[in-house]
């Protein structure tokens, strides 16, 4: 029978392939950092359209109410949802992470018009192919949440836990958040909202979410080698799209330097 230990060595290339990409030695400067927030954010908000996602699939958010699926497994993705749905920021006011890192974007002078525009477009009730063409959103950004949606209107709970688990946490590697500090204390610019974003981020996700959803994927993979082996394609292929998307960043850095 498959196991997480079974999953984590599976994916151990495609996961070290971000957690060592040379974005993050290149990101120096207080441009170069505006520069990946600008992509960055199209996947901080499709990871909150994977988690709303999963809590659909998993619990009851229709009218009437009745119990959907294993009381445990509810109880995992609501625990989650709340705190990425409804954090605080470093004054203590709710919001979420999305909402978070906007407000980090618009103190260091990041043009979140793009993303915006798309997410306006898209709720709106148009196709994403469409949302993404109209709000001119990076080709390999566009291609990551192309996947993301896939994965959601795949229907299959296991493959959205998956990705969410194994190729979205703790993908910011502690070197990052101090590059972050350190561009915040010596260079022009305010960044003091990124870096409570993505400390914020790794205290939450990396330690008590990360629990959480491994448990959730644990149940719904099952003892069905099937489910894993569908689970670790998924999240294989969610890690190298998070790969490609910061080498479209590095490329992007390393042209405006």
Same mark, same amino acid.
């Given at each position: 029978m498959t196991t997480i230990q079974d999953v984590n060595k599976a994916l151990e290339p495609a996961r070290n392939e971000v957690i060592n990409h040379?974005?993050?030695?290149?990101?120096?400067?207080?441009?170069?950092?505006?520069?990946?927030?600008?992509?960055?954010v199209y996947a901080v908000w499709d990871f909150m359209s994977l988690l709303k996602g999963l809590q659909q699939s998993l619990t009851c958010t229709t009218l009437p109410w009745i119990p959907v699926g294993d009381a445990q497994t509810r109880f995992l993705i609501n625990?989650?949802?709340?705190?990425?749905?409804?954090?605080?920021?470093?004054?203590?006011v709710r919001m979420s992470h999305y909402e978070l890192y906007l407000k980090a974007m618009s103190q260091c002078g990041a043009d979140a018009t793009s993303v915006t525009h798309f997410v306006e477009r898209f709720s709106?009730?148009?196709?994403?192919?469409? *949302?993404?063409?109209?709000? $001119?959103?990076?080709?390999? /950004?566009?291609e990551f949440m192309q996947f993301t949606f896939s994965?959601?209107?795949?229907g299959k709970p296991h493959l959205?836990?998956?990705?969410?688990?194994?190729?979205?946490?703790d993908l910011i590697p502690d070197m990052f958040v101090e590059l972050v500090r350190d561009i915040d204390a010596n260079q022009d610019g305010d960044f003091s909202m990124l870096k409570y974003y993505l400390e914020r981020h790794i205290e939450v996700d990396g330690d008590h979410h990360s629990h959480l959803a491994l448990e959730m994927t644990a149940r719904l993979c099952g003892d069905d080698d099937?489910?894993?082996?569908?689970?670790?394609?998924?999240?294989?292929? *969610?890690?190298?799209?998070? $790969?490609?998307?910061?080498? /479209?960043?590095?490329?992007?850095?390393?042209?405006n330097h």
């Open positions: 040379p974005i993050y030695a290149s990101i120096n400067t207080p441009d170069s950092l505006i520069r990946f927030m600008e992509h960055h625990e989650i949802v709340t705190g990425e749905e409804s954090d605080v920021d470093e004054q203590g709106g009730g148009m196709s994403i192919d469409d *949302a993404i063409n109209q709000a $001119s959103v990076p080709p390999a /950004a566009a994965i959601i209107e795949s959205m836990a998956a990705v969410f688990t194994f190729g979205r946490e099937v489910k894993w082996k569908e689970a670790v394609d998924a999240s294989e292929k *969610a890690l190298r799209l998070r $790969s490609k998307l910061w080498s /479209a960043v590095l490329d992007e850095v390393l042209v």
